[in-house]
């Protein structure tokens, strides 16, 4: 008889033990997964807007190191704001590829051509000065100036003026 009153309390304790446990309904366990689901949908989705994100910035920053060719007003060696973008992507690489950068200075044929030569070199130094300021370092930079001797446009008019008060950036 003892034995069967232990078998009685074995078997009521497994039993109280079985209707105590924890499982979560069906209905629950649904509600668990759809959540889990949308928050992976979520996290998912950031991540390809932030690699969007990423990519834009590279064909951006690609498009800026395409323009090699900083513009001058007549007789000015002071950047324009429009460039200020483009060198700073040019420090950028410079800075990061470790690559040295050569900046040609260049002046119209109005003028001397000592002076176009002193104004060609003025533009360059310009041109390195912010990129020093943007963290090259001066060691990476040269500087030389060709003034009115190295034409982009060999017309004599207000066009090819323009096109030939410029400083090329070149790495090497």
């Known amino acids: 008889m ?4 232990q078998l009685l309390l074995a078997l009521t304790a497994a039993l109280s033990l079985a209707a ?13 997964t759809a959540q889990e689901d949308a928050a992976a949908q979520a996290e998912a989705e950031a991540l ?3 690699r ?3 990519e834009a910035e ?3 920053i690609a498009a800026l190191l395409d323009e090699n060719v ?17 060198l700073e992507a040019h420090a950028g690489y410079a ?20 002076y176009n030569l002193a104004l060609g070199e003025r533009r360059a130094k310009s041109v390195a000065q912010l990129m020093r300021t943007y963290g090259v370092s001066d ?4 500087v030389i100036s060709f003034g009115e001797e190295s034409p982009a446009n060999p017309a004599h008019n207000e066009e090819a003026w323009q096109e030939n008060r410029r400083v090329e950036i070149k790495y090497q």
């Open 52 to 54: 969007a994100a990423e």
């Open 70 to 86: 900083i513009y001058f007003d007549f007789d000015d060696d002071s950047i324009r704001s429009e460039y200020v973008e483009v």
């Open 139 to 142: 060691s990476n930079i040269d």
């Open 95 to 114: 800075k990061s590829s470790g690559k040295s950068v050569v900046l040609e200075g260049h002046a119209d044929e109005r003028g001397t051509p000592e």
């Open 48 to 50: 390809a807007r932030q």
């Open 20 to 32: 105590c446990s924890t499982t979560k309904p069906e209905e629950e366990q649904v509600d668990t």
């Open 58 to 60: 590279r064909q951006r």
């Open 2 to 5: 003892k034995r069967s009153v």
